[in-house]
């Protein structure tokens, strides 16, 4: 996801985008020592997402102190 999209989200909904993206790189981790895939790039932008996602969230938790 761009960040320009995340930035149109409200903060419960990056959290829950935020355990979504846990999970799949959970799962995709998992897979990934189990032999089951070699999508190294999926596994990249995820945690790429994850951090984008968390930005925002420290972002909006300091706009919302000011």
Do not use: H, P, V
Not at 8 to 19: D, F, P, S, V, Y
Not at 21 to 37: H, P, Q, S, V, W
């Amino acid at each position: 996801m761009k960040a320009a999209e995340l930035r149109q989200k409200n903060i419960a909904e990056l959290e829950g985008l935020l355990e979504e993206k846990r999970a799949r790189i959970a799962r995709l981790r998992f897979d990934l020592e189990g032999g089951k895939t070699k999508n190294l790039k999926e596994y990249r932008q995820i945690k790429l997402d994850i951090a984008r996602i968390k930005t925002l969230l420290s972002e909006g938790m300091s706009a919302d102190k000011n």
